[in-house]
């Protein structure tokens, strides 16, 4: 538990635990979770529900900016909305997945979720654990502590197997991996820490061992 008010934003590619991090510091430290990729991703459900065409990437923008998107801060009760429908477990199946770069490759979409994910955090009281791509380099380059997680390949497949299950195959799960890498190294430089960001491989450690990490490295310097 922090008295002061604490922002960490922590990026990674899939599979380098960020997630699950990200909820446990915000947990032990009493803070808000921020999860953008969910804000990403019901968007990407709100354009596949609307029926424009894919290829039109103004009119991708035009539903983004239209989505009435709630997500919950509340790492304990953590829930996605969009139009008042809970989304929560239906933007993690195949066909957001698959679609997902039809957001997050649209410089305008991304802008208009940026202007979300930095008002969210700024108006999280005590403060906010925020993960996600580019979170420490254009969403908050300000907070107080930035991280980037990194794995090996094998690490990073085998934590997205535990994520996904049975529901997906090794292959596909592999294949979705090297996708989403190639489609954000288009975009940002996502395994190479920018100045002023910590690196912490998390290949051999725990949960608990980065947990504890990033606890010990928020409090540094602080009363």
């Known amino acids: 538990m922090t008295s002061q008010r604490l922002v960490i934003a922590i990026d990674g590619p899939a599979g380098s635990?960020?997630?699950?991090?990200?909820?446990?510091?915000?947990?032990?430290?009493?803070?808000?979770?921020?999860?953008?990729?969910?804000?990403?991703?019901?968007?990407?459900?709100?354009?596949?529900?609307s029926g424009v065409a894919h290829d039109d990437p103004d009119a991708v923008a035009r539903v983004t900016r239209d989505a009435d998107v709630?997500?919950?801060?509340?790492?304990?009760?953590?829930?996605?909305r969009v139009g008042g429908r809970d989304v929560t477990g239906e933007i993690r199946g195949a066909r957001v997945t698959e679609n997902a770069s039809l957001v997050s490759t649209n410089p305008d979409c991304?802008?208009?979720?940026?202007?979300?994910?930095?008002a969210l955090m700024d108006a999280a009281p005590r403060g906010v654990v925020a993960e996600g791509r580019d979170i420490t380099t254009v969403v908050?380059?300000?907070a107080d502590l930035r991280v980037l997680?990194?794995?090996?390949?094998?690490?990073?497949?085998?934590?997205?197997?535990?994520?996904v299950g049975a529901s997906v195959s090794a292959e596909q799960l592999r294949t979705q991996v090297l996708a989403r890498d190639a489609a954000d190294s288009k975009l940002?430089?996502?395994?190479?820490?920018?100045?002023?960001?910590r690196l912490l491989d998390t290949t051999d450690l725990t949960l608990d061992d980065v947990v504890a990490t990033i606890i010990d490295l928020a409090q540094e310097g602080r009363p």
Not at 17 to 46: F, N, P, Q
Not at 149 to 163: F, I, K, N, Q, Y
Not at 188 to 197: K, L, R, S, W
């Open 17 to 49: 635990g960020k997630s699950t991090t990200a909820k446990e510091v915000a947990r032990r430290l009493g803070l808000g979770y921020l999860d953008t990729g969910a804000m990403y991703r019901a968007v990407t459900l709100a354009v596949l529900d």
């Open 70 to 80: 709630a997500i919950s801060l509340d790492p304990d009760d953590f829930w996605v």
């Open 110 to 118: 991304r802008a208009d979720l940026v202007r979300r994910q930095r």
């Open 140 to 142: 908050y380059p300000d």
């Open 149 to 163: 997680l990194t794995a090996s390949p094998e690490v990073r497949l085998a934590r997205r197997r535990g994520d």
């Open 188 to 197: 940002v430089e996502f395994q190479t820490a920018a100045d002023g960001v």
